[in-house]
């Protein structure tokens, strides 16, 4: 960082004509270390995009509220008809030429930390192998090999992190050998920080040398891609098409050759993958259309009675559920950068450790939310986009989230779910696979990406039966 943004006179100055003075509350009473850190923060805001948020979120008393009819998006449904199964294969033929030209890269959203995990550290370092100890980078690692394998291709691999867990990412990364992909095709970067206001619109201090920063949300990934360089590195390297996905799904088919397909035929700028809701009351974001553009409402923005509405079947009306899986056109995340980032922000009302006027942490009453935080939402590029894609897929072989800490979408349901897929595979190269009176597995089954990446080549590398209890490593 220069002398230049670092210098305090001119950082004062600045934060004073914004009306953030009091961020150099406490500068001169700091040790020259704590000044430094304090002011390198303070330079990394954007205090004109800082002012138009508060002028919306703050001193507007809340963010527009979104009108229009809510339809059903159009989806690719799961091939069920000759036509549907051809149009598949075609897809399939058209993903694969694009995997072997080097034109698909790979995209990991890895900014958060595992604390609902209970480690300290990335998420990503999260042992989540049902037998061995292969953490959730390990997971996603091994897939990438497999796909550099089967296509030949270098498929460079894209890593968001953010200040939260960027060294130690690093650090795992290296400390691993970048599980033998070679350092030179990984390239990490973190995403942005947002800093969190009070309800007058004050940027409010974690501690005397510190602003209370949180990253900027996913949508953040597509800014991020543009102010590292990573869109000028791809672009370097051929790479037009960018297979996105976030750490914490086990079952992800990262670099999908049918979802890719799909994607280059219809010359889509953005696409996104789908899943059947469970039920109305799922809390993932439904994709569909309002006001006739494609986008996705979050569950909590979903009135019940929409949620809840039926076709004649019985069937939901609204069941496209969001998973965070999406194909992105390189140049178009070029073009939400253009003249500015172009996603819009969205307000969050949260509770946030902070301290006071006195420098002493303020005391929040149970349930107070003191403070608003900005933060961008990745699919919110789905109505920029005028052409876009969405494809249903397989719950089963697609989403299995790592989010909490029991329950569903926990370790225990995401190891259930990669062995239940595992055990697939098995059943059809004719292994016999034990299961309990529930129908539940009876064993632990474990098969490496570098083995079988969709259950291919499996025939003769397991036992025939595998004994009830018995662990199996592949």
């Known amino acids: 960082m220069s002398s230049v943004q670092t210098d305090h006179s001119s950082l004062r100055a600045m934060a004073v004509a914004h009306g953030q003075g009091h961020l150099f509350a406490f500068h001169d009473e700091l040790?020259?270390?704590?000044?430094?850190?304090?002011?390198?923060?303070?330079?990394?805001?954007?205090?004109?995009?800082?002012?138009?948020?508060?002028?919306?979120?703050?001193?507007?008393?809340?963010?527009?509220?979104?009108?229009?009819?809510?339809?059903?998006?159009?989806?690719?449904?799961?091939?069920?008809?000759?036509?549907?199964?051809?149009?598949?294969?075609?897809?399939?033929?058209?993903?694969?030429?694009?995997?072997?030209?080097?034109?698909?890269?790979?995209?990991?959203?890895?900014?958060?930390?595992?604390?609902?995990?209970?480690?300290?550290?990335?998420?990503?370092i999260f042992k989540i192998g049902p037998v061995t100890d292969r953490t959730l980078f390990q997971l996603h690692a091994e897939k990438i090999r497999a796909l550099r394998r089967r296509y030949r291709a270098s498929i460079p691999w894209l890593i968001m992190t953010s200040d939260l867990n960027d060294e130690q990412t690093r650090a795992f990364f290296a400390e691993r050998h970048f599980f033998n992909l070679g350092a030179e095709t990984v390239r990490i970067f973190r995403q942005a920080n947002m800093p969190a206001v009070d309800r007058e619109g004050r940027i409010l201090l974690q501690a005397k040398d510190e602003l209370c920063l949180s990253p900027n949300g996913h949508?953040?990934?597509?800014?991020?891609?543009?102010?590292?360089?990573?869109?000028?590195?791809?672009?370097?390297?051929?790479?037009?098409?960018?297979?996105?996905?976030?750490?914490?799904?086990?079952?992800?088919?990262?670099?999908?050759?049918?979802?890719?397909?799909?994607?280059?035929?219809?010359?889509?700028?953005?696409?996104?993958?789908?899943?059947?809701?469970?039920?109305?009351?799922?809390?993932?974001?439904?994709?569909?259309?309002?006001?006739?553009?494609?986008?996705?409402?979050?569950?909590?923005?979903?009135?019940?009675?929409?949620?809840?509405?039926?076709?004649?079947?019985?069937?939901?009306?609204?069941?496209?559920?969001?998973?965070?899986?999406?194909?992105?056109?390189?140049?178009?995340?070029?073009?939400?950068?253009?003249?500015?980032?172009?996603?819009?922000?969205?307000?969050?009302?949260?509770?946030?450790?902070?301290?006071?006027?006195?420098?002493?942490?303020?005391?929040?009453?149970?349930?107070?939310?003191?403070?608003?935080?900005?933060?961008?939402?990745?699919?919110?590029?789905?109505?920029?986009?005028?052409?876009?894609?969405?494809?249903?897929?397989?719950?089963?072989?697609?989403?299995?989230?790592v989010k909490n800490a029991e329950g569903e979408d926990s370790p225990e349901t995401a190891r259930r779910d990669l062995m239940e897929m595992y055990a697939r595979w098995l059943a059809a190269a004719g292994v016999k696979v034990p299961r309990k009176g529930d129908g539940s597995l009876n064993c632990h089954i474990e098969i490496s990406p570098l083995t079988s990446l969709e259950g291919e080549g499996l025939e003769g590398k397991a036992p025939r039966e595998i004994r009830p209890e018995q662990d199996l490593v592949l």
Not at 97 to 115: E, N, P, S, Y
Not at 247 to 256: A, M, R, T
Not at 294 to 309: C, K, M, N, R, T
């Open 219 to 401: 949508g953040g990934s597509i800014k991020a891609l543009h102010d590292s360089g990573a869109l000028l590195w791809l672009k370097e390297q051929g790479v037009d098409t960018l297979s996105y996905f976030q750490v914490d799904n086990v079952l992800v088919k990262i670099g999908d050759p049918v979802f890719i397909g799909h994607h280059v035929l219809a010359r889509s700028q953005i696409s996104t993958k789908v899943c059947r809701k469970r039920d109305w009351s799922e809390r993932v974001g439904v994709v569909c259309k309002r006001g006739g553009r494609l986008g996705v409402i979050e569950y909590s923005d979903l009135p019940d009675s929409a949620a809840q509405e039926t076709e004649r079947s019985g069937a939901l009306r609204l069941w496209a559920g969001s998973i965070a899986i999406h194909i992105l056109d390189a140049g178009f995340m070029g073009d939400l950068n253009r003249g500015g980032f172009q996603l819009p922000y969205h307000k969050a009302e949260k509770a946030v450790p902070c301290i006071g006027p006195d420098g002493s942490a303020v005391v929040l009453k149970c349930g107070e939310k003191n403070a608003i935080k900005f933060e961008t939402f990745i699919f919110d590029a789905l109505p920029c986009a005028e052409r876009a894609v969405v494809m249903e897929t397989p719950r089963q072989e697609d989403f299995s989230p």
């Open 31 to 124: 040790p020259q270390a704590g000044r430094e850190k304090l002011l390198k923060q303070i330079a990394t805001l954007e205090f004109n995009v800082v002012d138009q948020l508060i002028e919306q979120f703050v001193r507007a008393k809340g963010q527009k509220a979104e009108s229009g009819t809510i339809e059903p998006a159009a989806v690719i449904a799961l091939p069920a008809t000759p036509e549907e199964k051809r149009a598949e294969q075609a897809a399939r033929e058209a993903g694969e030429m694009a995997l072997r030209a080097g034109r698909v890269g790979c995209f990991l959203v890895a900014g958060g930390q595992g604390t609902r995990l209970k480690i300290i550290g990335p998420k990503g």
